[in-house]
């Protein structure tokens, strides 16, 4: 079975705080997503990368970095947490193949 | 820029009767994704759509494409109440790196 696993299900981090979400699938596949997901704003893409240390922007870059330094795993990093960070985070795969995408469960971060 | 539009956004059906979600796109694409989200959960992937006229059926839930159109269905067939969640629908634009585009979703409630 497929299998995206993200590492934590629920944060709470302060203001100012760096915040780690790890991403690390089983499937051997090439892309990797990070979206964050905001109630009437729909699923919104962060950060995406297509092989190993390789990454782009997504539609909503600012405040975040990732890192892809194997292939089956993608973080993404909160230099300094805002209130305004406080989100459901999903991270995803796909193969080229289809496009197709296999979410992770979430992370619900928190921020005070 | 990709638009991608549902609707209704919201659909109050009554069990065992039919019901269709519209999703139109403004760009040329002939990949198209439906996805399901349970309150709190993440998104699982329900249909992938390859080419203009592909059809997918499973059980209660039938999807469609016609890409000339720009223009994918989602017909429920007999609504239950273990159909209630949110239903997206993503555009994958394959010359853009794979990246989908989601519609804001439609939130799906069945009562009796």
């Known amino acids: 079975d497929v299998k995206v696993t993200q590492s934590s299900r629920y944060l709470v981090k302060r203001t100012g705080e760096k915040v780690f979400l790890e991403c690390v699938q089983d499937?051997?596949?090439?892309?990797m997503f990070w979206y964050r997901q905001d109630p009437g704003l729909g699923l919104r893409l962060i950060y995406f990368?297509?092989?190993?240390?390789?990454?782009e922007k997504g539609d909503i870059p600012e405040g975040y970095s990732v890192s892809r330094e194997k292939k089956e795993r993608f973080s993404l990093i909160l230099e300094s947490a805002s209130t305004n960070q406080t989100s459901m985070y999903l991270c995803?795969?796909?193969?080229?193949?289809?496009?197709?995408?296999?979410f992770g469960e979430g992370s619900r971060l928190t921020v005070l | 820029e990709l638009k991608v539009e549902q609707n209704p956004l919201f659909l109050s059906m009554q069990e065992g009767k039919n019901y269709t979600i519209y999703c139109n796109y403004s760009?040329?694409?002939?990949?198209l994704y439906w996805y399901r989200q349970d309150p709190g959960k993440s998104l699982e992937s329900l249909f992938v759509?390859?080419?203009?006229?592909a059809v997918k059926q499973e059980g209660r839930l039938m999807a469609s494409l016609d890409t000339k159109a720009r223009l994918s269905t989602l017909h429920i067939t007999a609504a239950v109440h273990d159909l209630s969640a949110t239903y997206f629908c993503?555009?994958?634009?394959?010359?853009?790196?794979?990246?989908?585009?989601f519609g804001a979703g439609t939130t799906v409630t069945v009562r009796a």
């Open positions: 499937m051997d596949h090439e892309n």
């Open positions: 995803a795969s796909s193969t080229p193949g289809t496009g197709e995408l296999f």
């Open positions: 993503a555009v994958d634009l394959r010359d853009n790196d794979y990246k989908l585009s």
């Open positions: 990368s297509y092989d190993v240390k390789m990454k």
């Open positions: 759509l390859l080419s203009n006229g």
């Open positions: 760009t040329t694409s002939d990949r």
